[in-house]
């Protein structure tokens, strides 16, 4: 296989100030900033912030992306974020900023440890130490949606080779530098053979490469039950955007509170650090919020600009205030906690205990040797022989399936036969079942007739003659083989 990792450091520095881009963000997003600068700045980081809007106010003048072209100037120039939630107004024409902010800078890779903090937190699942490494760019997050027809709506799920490899090397270099056992992996795979199933195939090729670590495959749904009912058996899970996201949220849940949980979005040029949680605007203001998510992405953040020492001591007295007792309203419980806060106190507590360890808790330990862990890129390879076998003519049409054929037959010409018509992934045509329900979505496939050379004109001359029908296609897709294996799935029951 003819693969090859280009690797670039990351932006690190272990002794100079290294300029870090802020935002504070809305909702709670700006009392828990406050209280984390506060609480890096006393621990000796040696970072020199500049400021960026994003957000609500940025939305509501107008930008439907949340975030002014300046700001880019200043992430580009830094390459550093340390960004509070947000809130995404409602309705329609919103882009999320997060997802945006992600995709723009290539940050493909998103990191959130979820460690259970007990008996000072509560938890169902004491010793629980999960890191979720989760794809960030790709999948149903594309956000390429369409309306077909009166009907049917689609989303695409993008799936690349590149994005697969990044993710997966990343996981296991992750869990290489962090003297982690075992790196699981979540798929669909026995449904979505082709996306999915390349996310596992990647998975095994790369996981070959490092035979010290543990491998295993779980089916997302099985996996996400074992996920919860018995975390430790866990160590790094990495797995597409969407299971990702999700799993994230409930894994930092079930650890203790998604107010503990910080996330790292790594890319080759740029890296974000924020909270897992979103801005709670129920809370803002009322000086109540949890900063413990944040200041663990501050805490990944430090590790990343090289000063593990100040992220370290950081992580330590946070261990410590936690151990302490001196909790949040949200991780607040009577005979655990000894003293409720507010985020500036809670930050104050943290900064009086700067220099301590915790007694019980499992005190963070950091290499602080500097090396910076490896972002891995990627080297085309050769690409596989592409043959034009057929097309996939997708059409609005309201009735039965047994009427529509016809129709399209009398447009193939001499290079095309009907091979079968599905509707919603299931065959209706030929010998469909009458029980199948079906939609005014149907997927009408034409494979090239036998011994056929097939090419772009000759679908482009089917398409023009099921236009003069009267056949309302709404798109189409390609068929085509790769080395000879065919790049498109079958119709479910064919
Ligand atoms: P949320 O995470 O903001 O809040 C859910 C609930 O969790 C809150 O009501 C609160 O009870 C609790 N909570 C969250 N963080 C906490 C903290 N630090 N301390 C104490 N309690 C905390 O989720 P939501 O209500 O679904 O979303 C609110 C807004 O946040 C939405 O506009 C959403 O789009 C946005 N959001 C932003 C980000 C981000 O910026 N990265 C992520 C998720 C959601």
Redesign the pocket.
Known sequence: MNVKVNVKPAVRSSTTTVPVTVAY????GPE?MTACLKILTAAGARIATEEIAIGETVYLKGNTAGIAPEAWDSLRRTKVFY???????QGGGFK???VTVRKTLGLFANVRPCVALDPFVKTKHPGMNVVIVRENEEDLYAGIEHRQTDEVYQCLKLITRPGCEKIVRYAFDYAKANRRKKVTCFTKDNIMKMTDGLFHKVFDEIGAEYPTIEKEHWIVDIGAAKLAANPTQFDVIVMPNLYGDILSDVAAEIAG???LAGSANIGEHVAMF??????????AGQD???????LMGGVMMLVHIGQADVAEAVHNAWLKTIEDGIH???IFAEGVSTQKVGSQAFADAVIGRLGQKPAKLNPAVYDKSGKPLAVPGYTRRTPAQKDLVGVDVFVNFVGEADDLAPKLQAAQNGAFELAMITNRGVKVWPHGLPETFCTDHWRCRFLAKPGKQLNKAMIAGLLARLAADGVDFVKTEHLFTFDGEPGYSLGQGQ
């Open positions: 963000g809305d909702g709670i828990i960004k509070a939630p947000i809130t995404t107004p999320s900023l997060n509170s998604v107010g924020e909270a897992i949680h979103g801005s709670a605007p129920r809370r109540l919020a949890n900063p413990s998510g944040l949040t309203y949200d």
